[in-house]
């Protein structure tokens, strides 16, 4: 190192790598005893490790890299190489010698790596397979040790069924490759074999001319890769919708079925967009039966209930289906949304409510909807002491009607006086059908004078009926017993009880009228 001296100016130099077969001129910048910048075209293809040779002064510097950019790279140099000697003395050893040694120690260190190495040179023929290489493809040390042609390297590994690649096409496959190698393409290629390994094989170019191959054992990747794959595509077709979000609640997946339903394309959902955007989007769904002005908000409220966590929401889309969303908290902080179409389910429901609550006949409420209704009622009336009242209707002459014109017309008048109550309740009201010809109306927060006016409205609506048998035509009328709720009264028994006796009163009296219950007098207004 004696000879070096700190310079500023610019000295010619030539980089040797690769056993010496491979060199690169450059120029040496601020030369120091310990270190020194190189500059070249491109600093991309100086290895780690290197020798330096200064133009006019007969030494060479092993170098080691410290840093480098685009043109230039920064070196140390190494002390045990670092060591003034005339080029054509080697320590005394032959060129040949030498570069044996370099291959013996590089093949001891490129047979301790898992990856597969092959040095092509620039016939493309094997001049260094390492051990890991042989052991994959099962590759004879006769074989190996021949320098091989990259053909015969590919077709040991077709001879020997190692391609997972049906027969009438091993031929392209092997031809490809040879092809992608001697074109010096970089793109990592994964062949898979037949006992179900994958290896990454990827071609780097050498200055000399030559192919570095590189055969990385990658099967776990590309397993879990395959599974991940596979799992994606079961979600883009399954018939719920399915909805990733990360921490930030940005769309990490949507699936087909959530792409369609707020119309957004491949390119806006590989985009990433937030989910505040997609519950906006031309309001696709709300709360159900959510009034207008309330519209507006829902977005803002659907987002931060998704933010708090886990929930089951029901929503409504603008056309009136029924959509059942479910989040779930995931481990990195995000939330999967699944969405199921439950319209058949709630519409299948609602019938069932239906067949479960109302008379088939009539479509009115049917007697245990009805008490059940009445009995709630009962328990406003004793908190809060509201006033609630019932009516007990009755068809006059029922039976005659059935004897006389047959039971098809007994269901049409049944009917029509069900029609009757309907027209003439209020809205508040709820009419059921309590038996065969009796009916029984609710009327909430009603004293017994209101009630009266509800009856007697029903009662006249009864009578206009008109009905049509054998050609011949006739009405009906009502009987309407009446009674309001009382803290005499011991439950809702008592207080149907009190309407039938008035309605058996107005039947007493001559039918088609009205009349109101009233409470039996004291014990001791009885004896006066």
Not at 38 to 52: A, H, K, T, Y
Not at 100 to 122: C, E, F, K, S
Not at 409 to 427: F, H, L, Q, T, W
Request: a neutral charge.
């Amino acid at each position: 190192m004696s000879r070096l001296v700190t310079e500023r100016t610019f000295l010619a130099g030539k980089i040797f790598f690769n056993f010496g077969q491979s060199s690169i001129d450059c120029v040496v910048r601020r030369l120091s005893e310990e270190a020194a910048t190189l500059e070249m075209e491109s600093g991309l293809g100086v290895p780690d490790r290197f020798q330096l040779r200064l133009q006019g002064r007969d030494i060479i510097l092993s170098c080691r890299v410290i840093w480098r950019s685009d043109r230039q790279v920064g070196v140390a140099f190494e002390p045990p190489e670092a060591i003034d000697r005339p080029a054509s003395d080697e320590q005394g050893r032959s060129p040949d010698a030498l570069l044996r040694a370099q291959m013996l120690a590089l093949r001891v260190a490129l047979d301790h790596v898992p990856t597969g190495i092959v040095l092509l040179d620039a016939h493309l023929r094997a001049r260094l397979i390492n051990r890991s290489f042989r052991q994959m493809w099962h590759l004879p040390e006769e074989v190996a040790d021949s320098n091989p042609s990259i053909l015969t390297l590919l077709h040991h590994g077709r001879d020997i069924g190692a391609y997972e690649v049906p027969d009438p096409a091993l031929e392209a496959h092997v031809m490809e490759r040879v092809r992608v190698i001697e074109a010096g393409d970089p793109t990592p290629v994964d062949v898979r074999r037949t006992n179900g390994d994958v290896v990454r094989v990827q071609c780097t170019p050498l200055p000399d001319g030559g192919r570095m191959l590189t055969y990385t054992p990658v099967t776990d990747i590309v397993r879990a890769s395959d599974e991940l794959k596979l799992l994606r595509d079961a979600l883009e077709n399954v018939q719920d919708g399915v909805l990733l979000l990360d921490s930030g609640l940005n769309a990490s997946f949507m699936n087909l079925r959530m792409r369609r339903f707020w119309e957004v394309s491949e390119q806006e959902a590989a985009a990433r967009p937030a989910y505040a955007s997609l519950v906006s989007r031309a309001q696709r769904a709300s709360a159900p039966d959510l009034p207008a002005g309330e519209l507006a908000k829902f977005p803002g409220k659907r987002v931060a209930e998704v933010r708090a966590g886990d929930h089951v929401r029901d929503l409504q889309t603008p056309d009136g289906r029924r959509v059942r969303a479910h989040c779930t908290t995931m481990a990195n902080g995000g939330r999967m949304l699944t969405y199921v179409d439950i319209t058949d389910l709630t519409n299948k429901a609602a019938m069932l409510e239906r067949l479960a609550t109302t008379d088939p006949l009539t479509g009115l409420y049917n007697r245990r909807h009805f008490l059940g209704a009445l009995d709630a009622e009962w328990s406003r009336f004793q908190r809060y002491y509201r006033s609630v009242s019932v009516l007990m209707l009755d068809i006059d002459h029922f039976k005659s009607v059935n004897d006389r014109y047959g039971h098809a017309v007994g269901d049409e008048a049944i009917k029509a006086v069900a029609a009757a109550c309907n027209e003439g309740k209020r809205k508040s009201d709820l009419v059921g059908r309590v038996g065969g010809e009796e009916f029984a109306v609710l009327l909430p927060e009603t004293s017994l004078s209101r009630a009266k006016l509800v009856a007697e409205r029903i009662r006249k609506r009864a009578m206009a009926i008109r009905l049509n048998a054998h050609q011949a035509q006739f009405g009906v009328t009502v009987s309407i017993g009446i009674a309001e709720a009382s803290v005499s009264m011991s439950g809702i028994d008592a207080l149907m009880g009190a309407a039938d006796q008035a309605l058996y009163q107005a039947k007493n009296e001559g039918r088609n009228r009205c009349i109101a219950w009233n409470p039996p007098p004291s014990a001791n207004r009885a004896a006066e």
